[in-house]
């Protein structure tokens, strides 16, 4: 899991180094953090919750699969036709 996490933020930084201008990266960075730690306190408590409530097998097992249509949703949504002119090479940042 680490070792994915860490290619996913890879492409997820230089995609947001080369799109986010460079005045508001500071702003926009801070924003995403303080979103990404409520969620993963709030993930952590309620997957907690579930296990206490049930046992750790099933929500382990919904969680993967939760955690994989969000994949896939993701995958879709930036595959689409109209984020193609992001992905081409040479393709124009708003720092150049």
Aim: positive net charge; charged residues 10%; hydrophobic residues 50%.
């Amino acid at each position: 899991m680490g070792f994915a996490v860490t290619f996913a933020n890879t492409g997820y930084l230089t995609f947001y180094q080369n799109h986010v201008p460079v005045r508001m990266m500071g702003r926009f960075g801070s924003i995403f953090s303080v979103i990404d730690a409520g969620f993963i306190v709030a993930l952590t408590i309620l997957i907690g919750l579930a296990a206490e409530l049930t046992s750790i097998r099933p929500v382990g097992l919904i969680g993967s699969f939760a955690f994989f249509l969000l994949g896939v949703l993701a995958l879709k949504t930036v595959s689409g036709e109209k984020r193609q002119e992001y992905f081409k090479k040479g393709a124009s940042s708003l720092n150049s």
